[in-house]
């Protein structure tokens, strides 16, 4: 069993529309998901133009994981960055390990409980992964709650920003747990 909370990267399209509804969220905005995603490909900052632009999905185009995205990529305008990804940034991209939506093979992939939150950067990849799972006949169950990035997180630790989204979600991640625990 496995339990996603909020959604895996999937670094091809950073103009989703969760992106660009929750562009300037002060918790997780676009602009700092992407310096996350650009520190972990390059361990700077560097790309973030070149990600933020959409730039790094031409490296992909016509491959296997533009269809992962379905029709999101209709508004992606792909112009010639004005740097090359290097090969282990290019890697990085398209690595399970890093973006679980990008896997190739679901074979033993537990049941899947994903989370994802209406005020997230990262809602849209959740919708997506919980697709790709199905398709590949995983047991999914996915829940998107109207709440922010962070807010299961913050309904455990006892913060001034715990919302009845986050014990609700909390209690439901309890109740996944005891009905795998029973079946």
Same mark, same amino acid.
């Given at each position: 069993?496995?339990? *996603?909370?909020?959604?895996?990267?999937?670094?091809?399209?950073?103009?989703?529309?969760?992106?660009?509804?929750?562009?300037?969220?002060?918790?997780?905005?676009?602009?700092?998901?992407? @310096? =996350?995603?650009?520190?972990?490909?390059?361990?700077?900052? @560097? *790309?973030?133009?070149?990600? =933020?632009? #959409?730039?790094?999905?031409?490296?992909?185009?016509?491959?296997?994981?533009?269809?992962?995205?379905?029709?999101?990529? @209709?508004?992606?305008?792909?112009?010639?960055?004005?740097? !090359?990804? /290097?090969?282990?940034? *290019? !890697?990085?991209? /398209?690595?399970?390990?890093?973006?679980?939506?990008?896997?190739?093979?679901?074979?033993?992939?537990?049941?899947? =409980?994903?989370?994802?939150?209406?005020?997230?950067?990262?809602?849209?990849?959740?919708?997506?992964?919980?697709?790709?799972?199905?398709?590949?006949?995983?047991?999914?169950?996915?829940?998107?709650?109207?709440?922010?990035?962070?807010?299961?997180?913050?309904?455990?630790?006892? #913060?001034?920003?715990? /919302? @009845?989204?986050?014990?609700?979600?909390?209690?439901?991640?309890?109740?996944?747990?005891?009905?795998?625990?029973?079946?």
């Amino acid at each position: 069993m496995q339990i *996603l909370i909020y959604s895996p990267f999937q670094f091809l399209d950073f103009n989703l529309p969760s992106y660009k509804i929750n562009a300037a969220n002060e918790i997780l905005s676009q602009e700092d998901h992407i @310096d =996350f995603v650009s520190l972990y490909l390059n361990g700077s900052t @560097d *790309l973030t133009e070149i990600l =933020f632009s #959409g730039n790094h999905s031409k490296h992909l185009q016509g491959s296997k994981y533009m269809s992962y995205l379905n029709k999101s990529t @209709d508004s992606v305008m792909y112009v010639q960055p004005p740097t !090359e990804l /290097t090969s282990v940034a *290019l !890697e990085a991209l /398209t690595h399970f390990k890093a973006s679980p939506l990008m896997a190739e093979d679901f074979r033993g992939v537990p049941p899947t =409980f994903i989370i994802t939150a209406d005020f997230d950067v990262l809602r849209d990849e959740g919708f997506f992964y919980a697709e790709r799972l199905r398709s590949a006949k995983i047991k999914v169950k996915h829940k998107n709650y109207k709440s922010f990035h962070g807010f299961v997180t913050l309904a455990t630790e006892g #913060g001034p920003a715990m /919302t @009845d989204e986050g014990d609700e979600a909390f209690a439901d991640i309890v109740e996944y747990i005891k009905d795998m625990t029973n079946s």
